[in-house]
C-alpha cells in the first residue's frame, strides 16, 4: 500500500507540475499567436495585441510600450470598422481603385515570379541553404507585428525610416510624449527613433525569448503572416549610402569604416584626424572611388560582414528561403504603398508618409562611376548582381562601359 501510496503522489506532483509548465509556456507563445489561422479577410477592426514585452530603450522624453491595448487608440479612424458609409467621392473613385489595383496584382505577381525563377537558378548564392539552416544574427532585418499578422525586412536607404514607423504606428511601441498614448499617426513619429532596435520585434530576437520554440514560431508566421519589403536598383542605393554616410561628417560612420577606408586607399601620409568633424574640416574625406576599393576588396568581408547600408538585399532578407507576398520598389514607392496598405489591411488606419523623398536619381549613376575604372565597375556589378537580377533591375551596360 505504501509503494501505491507513493505512486499517486508522484503522479499527482507530476501533474501540478505539467500543468504549471503548460501555463508558462502558454504566457510565453500564446501572445505571439502560436497557431495564427485566424481568417483576417472578415476582419475590420485588429485585434489586440497580447504579446510579451520587449525592453523599453534609453529614450528620456519618450515611452515605449508593446502590451495588451484596445484597439484603434482613441483619436484614429474608425470609420471602417463601424460600417459608416464612405463618402459620396470615394465610391466614385472605386472603380479606378480597382482598376490600379488590378495592375499592381499583376505587377506583383511578376515581381514574385521573376524571383522564384532566378532563385531556382543552379549558381544562385545560397539557393540550396534552407531557412533553418540561416544563423539567427543574419534575421535581425524581419520585423514582426503580431497583431495585425505582419513581417517586414527592412532594408537601409529604401524608405526604411518610413515604413518602421508605419510599424511603429501598428505594433503601438512607442508612446507620444504630448498625447501620452501611443502615436496614430506615422509622420508624426520622430523618425531619429524609429532605428532604435528595442522598438521592433525581429526574427534575431526569438531566441531569447522562446528558446527552442522559436524556430518553430518563425515557421508558423512565416506560413500565416503577410511578408514584404521594398527594394531599389542596386547601384543607385550604393550611391545613396556612400553620399549619407561619407558625404558629411559622420562620427560612427568616421571612426568605423571613413578612416579605415583613408588608411588603406587614400594614400595619405602622416595621422588622421581623430573625428569627421575635423577630418571634413581639413578636406579629408573617402572618395567614391575608394569607398568601391573597400567593398571590392576581399579582406573587408573577412573581417567583417557588410554594413547593413551597403549589404546585399538577398543577404539582407533571404527572398529564396522567405517567400514575401509582397515586393515593393522605390521608383514607384507611392502606387506600392497604397497597394501595400490595404493589402495589409490597415489602410483605414493610417497612411504612408509624404515625407521628402530619397533625392539620389538613376540619372546619376554615370556621373558618380565616371572616374572609377571599368574593371571596377564590372568586379562592382558581380557583388550586387543577384540584387539586379532578383528584382528585375536592368543590367547597367552605359555604367559598366561608359568612358
Known amino acids: 500500500m505504501g509503494t501505491w501510496r507513493g505512486l499517486r503522489v508522484a503522479f499527482i506532483l507530476g501533474s501540478l507540475f ?59 479612424n474608425k470609420s471602417a470598422e463601424e460600417g459608416r458609409e464612405r463618402p459620396q467621392l470615394e465610391r466614385e473613385d472605386e472603380e479606378g481603385d480597382e482598376s490600379r489595383d488590378s495592375v499592381g496584382s499583376r505587377e506583383q505577381m511578376a515581381r514574385k515570379q521573376r524571383i522564384m525563377d532566378v532563385c531556382s537558378g ?32 527592412y532594408v537601409p536607404k529604401v524608405a526604411c525610416t518610413n515604413w518602421k514607423r508605419v510599424m511603429v504606428v501598428l505594433s503601438q511601441s512607442l508612446v ?14 520622430p523618425p531619429d527613433l524609429v532605428h532604435n532596435s528595442t522598438l521592433h520585434l525581429t526574427f534575431a530576437k526569438f531566441w531569447r525569448h522562446y528558446g527552442s520554440l522559436s524556430r518553430h514560431l518563425m515557421a508558423l508566421k512565416l506560413q500565416h503572416y503577410t ?24 562620427e560612427d560612420f568616421y571612426r568605423q569604416f571613413g578612416s579605415v577606408i583613408l588608411r588603406r586607399y587614400g594614400n595619405l601620409s602622416g595621422s588622421l584626424p581623430e573625428t569627421a568633424a575635423e577630418a571634413f574640416a581639413a578636406g ?6 575608394q569607398f568601391v576599393s573597400y567593398l571590392l576588396d576581399a579582406e573587408t568581408e573577412k573581417e567583417s560582414i557588410f554594413n547593413e547600408h551597403w549589404r546585399q538585399v538577398y543577404r539582407l532578407c533571404h527572398p529564396c528561403q522567405v517567400k514575401y507576398d509582397f515586393i515593393g520598389r522605390l521608383e514607384t514607392l507611392e502606387t506600392d504603398a497604397e497597394h501595400l496598405l490595404k493589402l495589409l489591411q490597415v489602410d483605414h488606419l493610417l497612411r504612408f508618409p509624404s515625407g521628402a523623398r530619397n533625392r539620389t536619381a538613376a540619372s ?9 575604372p571599368v574593371s571596377m565597375r564590372t568586379e562592382l556589378y558581380k557583388l550586387y548582381q543577384p540584387d539586379f537580377e532578383l528584382f528585375g533591375y536592368p543590367k547597367p551596360d552605359g555604367v559598366l562601359h561608359h568612358q
Open 364 to 372: 546619376w549613376e554615370r556621373d558618380w562611376f565616371a572616374q572609377i
Open 18 to 76: 505539467m500543468i504549471l509548465l503548460i501555463i508558462t509556456y502558454w504566457d510565453d507563445v500564446g501572445g505571439f499567436n502560436l497557431y495564427p489561422l485566424r481568417d483576417r479577410k472578415h476582419e475590420h477592426c485588429p485585434q489586440s495585441t497580447t504579446g510579451r514585452p520587449l525592453p523599453a530603450p534609453t529614450l528620456p522624453a519618450y515611452s515605449v510600450r508593446i502590451s495588451s491595448t484596445t484597439w484603434p487608440p482613441a483619436g484614429m
Open 176 to 189: 507620444s510624449p504630448v498625447s501620452g498614448k501611443p502615436y496614430t499617426d506615422p509622420e508624426s513619429v
Open 284 to 289: 579629408i574625406k573617402p572618395t567614391f572611388q
Open 122 to 153: 543552379n549558381d544562385f548564392p545560397g539557393r540550396s541553404r534552407a531557412f533553418e539552416q540561416i544563423p539567427n544574427r543574419e534575421l535581425d532585418h524581419l520585423i514582426v507585428d503580431d497583431t495585425h499578422q505582419i513581417i517586414y525586412c
Open 227 to 250: 511578408k514584404f519589403l521594398f527594394v531599389r536598383d542596386p547601384f543607385v542605393r550604393l550611391i545613396s549610402a556612400f553620399r549619407n554616410k561619407f558625404g558629411r561628417p559622420n
